[in-house]
């Protein structure tokens, strides 16, 4: 009974274990990369949802749709 008490908990690794694991797979330079663009992606995040990135855009495009309102000059309604 005892050795299927083990091997129940050997499967029960948890996820952090096995990202681990794999981790340990990969060169330094693949994780200084990977970790790098995790970095840009995060900042990117939450500088969008501060609304940091409404200053460096042209400010004519709608909100709901995302096309540019300059694309509806001349359109009548």
Do not use: H, I, P
């Amino acid at each position: 009974m005892n050795k299927k008490k083990n091997k129940a908990g050997k499967k029960n690794k948890s996820l952090l274990s096995g990202a681990a694991k794999s981790l340990r797979k990969l060169s330094t330079t693949k994780k200084v990369v990977g970790g790098s663009a995790l970095l840009a992606l995060g900042l990117g995040y939450l500088a969008q949802r501060r609304g940091l990135f409404g200053a460096f855009g042209s400010g004519d495009t709608d909100a709901n749709t995302g096309e540019s309102l300059s694309a509806m000059e001349g359109a009548s309604l």
